[in-house]
């Protein structure tokens, strides 16, 4: 099973309303040349019509982020989270002026980040004063920095899954350290059967069992420089794997009751693993979950706050959800610049292919105009993507293609800006990761 890092309905399109009718365009066949019906035709061709007029004098390729669309899906988690803190998946998003925007928000707090080099970058230029690191660093600079600066260790919490982890830092920062360093350990919530022979989920954390959880705590409140402060779980078969693939219906059934039975067992251990914790320190949150389980993570009474950021963008590998399939709202549009075939359009670039198992999943998908398809054996190419479909033989050089990614924040690592579009005008330039120079993966 592939999984993302981070619910469907009667599609109703209302052009007046971007995200409706971006919301419309997306869900079900817009990601193929099949049958399309009047109100869905009207939103693609609405929603083209759009993103060209605000772009008319940019150059592809460019990328850009719908903030009808942003601001809804913002909402719609906060929705969702019905009063639990939400925390801002910076990978996610890639882009300090769309993070500090979310953050703006009521119900949103914090930032988890994905390395301290970043943590400290976010909070020295004031994005968050308090961020989340969710996986272990072995970065020397950024762990001497941190452990000798008081504003960075007051508002940065890194993760740890082991001693050998916290060895690694008393190594690295020596005599000079100053300051005491928050940590919180990474709780593996994947579901295992027959005895760990079956492994559900993803594998990060060595810590899965209460009584693991328990010994490091222990071992973490005994030792001087560090302090304790938080717990955090990912459900990836939960939040990042979409119960309702397309055409798969037997699958669909499969994942469906494979997420209600894990479900139940990570509350049952995520609670006794509180609890343990808890024997040894009063704990300043405990984080769970992702955009595909925010809904159900806070209904977990041992969870004090979710983790979301890729329902922001709306990325295809959030297009498989019942639960909820957030509003695309960044794409990248690309160049006609051929035509091999009548049938054919050859757009210009196009590998802007997502991380994770080498399948289809991972690909772009032309999504507007609606009708093209990638074909089989040349997929996205690194130079030049050749497209078939309903509409290519409309396409002409010069014509745009609008593509969604497969995941979210790994568009903004293809361009130094991001178009922030307002209606039918660009509002702003927003500079990406990349082009603040700041590459921290």
Not at 32 to 47: I, M, P
Not at 246 to 268: H, P
Request: aromatic content about 6%.
């Amino acid at each position: 099973m592939a999984y993302a890092d981070s619910a469907g309905g009667d599609i109703v399109c209302a052009v007046s309303n971007p995200a409706a009718a971006d919301r419309a365009v997306h869900q079900g066949a817009y990601r193929t040349s099949g049958a399309r019906d009047a109100a869905g035709a009207a939103g693609a061709a609405a929603l083209r019509a759009r993103l060209d007029a605000a772009t008319a004098a940019l150059d592809p390729p460019f990328a850009v982020v719908d903030l009808t669309a942003f601001d809804a899906n913002a909402a719609a988690l906060e929705q969702a989270a019905g009063g639990t803190p939400l925390r801002v998946a910076s990978k996610s998003v890639r882009c300090r002026d769309l993070i500090r925007r979310v953050l703006d928000r009521p119900g949103w707090h914090g930032i988890m980040a994905y390395t301290v080099p970043e943590a400290i970058w976010l909070v020295r230029t004031g994005i968050a004063a308090d961020v989340l690191v969710a996986y272990p660093s072995a970065h020397r600079a950024a762990l001497r920095e941190l452990a000798t600066d008081p504003m960075l260790a007051a508002a940065i919490t890194v993760m740890v899954d082991s001693t050998e982890q916290l060895d690694f830092l008393d190594a690295v920062v020596g005599p000079n350290r100053s300051e005491t360093v928050r940590v919180c350990v990474d709780l593996d919530a994947s579901w295992r059967l027959a005895g760990g022979r079956v492994h559900v989920g993803v594998r990060r954390s060595p810590v899965h069992s209460p009584a693991q959880a328990d010994a490091l705590a222990a071992a973490i409140v005994s030792r001087p420089g560090v302090q304790l402060v938080g717990l955090m779980s990912y459900e990836a078969q939960i939040a990042g794997l979409g119960d309702a693939p397309q055409g798969r219906a037997v699958r669909a059934t499969a994942i469906r009751a494979m997420q209600r039975r894990s479900m139940a067992e990570i509350l049952d251990r995520r609670s006794a693993v509180v609890a343990a914790v808890r024997k040894h320190v009063q704990l300043e949150f405990v984080n769970g979950g992702g955009t595909g389980s925010v809904a159900t993570t806070v209904a977990d009474p041992a969870v004090t706050e979710v983790t979301a950021g890729s329902g922001l963008y709306g990325p295809t590998l959030f297009d498989a959800y019942r639960r909820w399939q957030p509003t695309p709202s960044a794409y990248f549009a690309l160049s006609v610049v051929r035509r091999p075939a009548p049938n054919i359009a050859t757009v210009l670039g196009g590998g802007w292919i997502a991380s994770g198992p080498a399948e289809a999943s991972r690909l772009p998908t032309p999504a507007l105009p609606a009708g093209l398809r990638l074909i089989g054996t040349e997929g996205a190419g690194e130079v030049q993507t050749p497209l078939v479909g309903d509409a290519a033989a409309e396409l002409r050089v010069g014509d745009r293609v609008w593509f969604r990614h497969a995941k979210a924040g790994e568009i903004s690592e293809h361009v130094d800006e991001m178009q922030l579009i307002n209606g039918d005008v660009i509002a702003a330039a927003a500079p990406t990761y990349r082009g603040e120079h700041r590459t921290f993966l």
